[in-house]
């Protein structure tokens, strides 16, 4: 069973036979694997129709559920790990999400794609217009991104709401890491993988 790489690389983060919710979990990969090989109990909230008849045909626990009502339905500590891959930059209260994240999970673990990125910076500056590349295709009038965020604004906010960051990986579009990104992670990296905590 192949991942996606970015969940390969989340799914290391997240212990054997733990409780896990994934957030915009789409068409189930994380869940499946992590219940298939890791023994894991979770359920995903996704709010496209195709995503859910998809992860019920794998056998994922799915809620529909749009990111933006809030997730006061869960109790506080419900879970281990709360999951939220690429969909940070797309809901309208960010900081709200992660709140609640680690108010029912003990752990959140977050990706994004990092706006401050060096080609995002030169696009800009070269032809005064919001970026459009393979890995963010969509333009300013139809994009699912509404919140830009870079690693310096995600540190930020974790440093006002008191959230200690345990881990960050910082990865090009094909999810490598280098020494350079990591020396300089606004400027060099492209995607941010972040496990925070309380």
Known sequence: MNLRAD??????WISPG??????????GELLHYLQSQKKVRGYGLEIDPD???????KGVNVIEKNLDHGLDNF????????????ALQAVHYPDRILEDMLRIGREAILTFPNFGH???????GMKGRMPVSEFMPYTWYN???????TFKDFENLCHERSV?????????????????SAMWPNLLGEVAIYRVTR
Not at 75 to 84: E, I, L, Y
């Open 7 to 12: 969940l390969q690389i989340i799914e290391k």
């Open 164 to 180: 200690k960051i345990l881990d960050r990986l910082v990865v090009d579009q094909t999810h490598q890491s280098s020494r350079l």
């Open 51 to 57: 995503n859910i008849n998809t992860c019920i045909n």
């Open 118 to 124: 060096w080609r995002c910076r030169l696009y800009l």
């Open 75 to 86: 109790a506080d500590r419900s879970f281990d790990t709360v999951v939220m891959t690429q």
């Open 18 to 27: 733990s409780h896990v919710l994934d957030l915009g979990c789409g068409n």
């Open 143 to 149: 994009t699912p991104n509404i919140h830009f965020c």
